[in-house]
């Protein structure tokens, strides 16, 4: 049994879809001008990318691994040239003590085109890595601009919408 209320407003069932009608387009109105419809894909789109940078640079990573793998065997190569080098005149070891091994891997480092190569294939890796981890910042960045920008203009939808 429902009690008729003298103060409700009277609402003719007519007038009623009408106003449905008139409050969707006005919805639809505040959102246009409020502007976030465009950014949802794009918000939509960022979690994919995020997630197929990170495998990027994961496997990165794992090329500087073996970069810096293959750049430490050259290194051990050098090193037992020089314990194993002999000067011809004495047959004593050329380089007999630390400091003249150290100065003699440098020099051998500098002459061995190997070990060269090693080195460039780790400073390329990492400079991959350097970009591929730059670009996963600008992407999460972007999901974080994108999605405070949504949430701003929601809730100024709500006030606006009432």
Same mark, same amino acid.
């Given at each position: ?7 409700a &407003?009277?609402?003719?069932p ?6 449905r009608?008139?409050? +969707?387009?006005? +919805? +639809? !109105?505040?959102d246009?001008e #409020?502007?976030?419809?465009? $950014?949802? @894909?794009?918000v939509?789109?960022? &979690?994919?990318?995020?997630?197929k940078?990170?495998i ?10 073996? /970069?810096?793998?293959?750049? #430490?065997t050259?290194?051990? #190569? $050098?090193? $037992?040239? #020089?314990?194993?080098?002999?000067d011809?005149?004495?047959?004593? @070891?050329?380089?007999?003590?630390? /400091?003249? +091994? ?21 400073? !390329? ?11 996963? /910042?600008r992407?999460?960045?972007e ?8 949430? $701003? ?10």
């Amino acid at each position: 049994m429902a009690i008729n209320d003298p103060f409700a &407003p009277q609402v003719n069932p007519a007038l009623d879809q009408t106003g449905r009608v008139a409050e +969707r387009m006005a +919805r +639809r !109105q505040i959102d246009s001008e #409020i502007g976030a419809a465009h $950014l949802i @894909p794009l918000v939509m789109n960022l &979690p994919e990318q995020i997630a197929k940078a990170q495998i990027r640079l994961n496997e990165l990573r794992k090329n500087v691994s073996h /970069a810096q793998g293959n750049l #430490i065997t050259e290194e051990a #190569i $050098l090193g $037992l040239q #020089i314990a194993n080098d002999i000067d011809p005149k004495t047959g004593k @070891p050329k380089y007999g003590n630390e /400091a003249a +091994r150290k100065a003699g891997q440098v020099l051998m480092q500098k002459d061995s085109q190997q070990y060269q190569e090693a080195l460039l294939a780790v400073q !390329q890796a990492n400079d991959l890595v350097a970009a591929a981890e730059a670009d996963l /910042a600008r992407l999460l960045n972007e999901f974080t601009a994108y999605s405070a920008v949504i949430k $701003l203009q929601s809730s100024r939808l709500q006030l606006l919408a009432g």
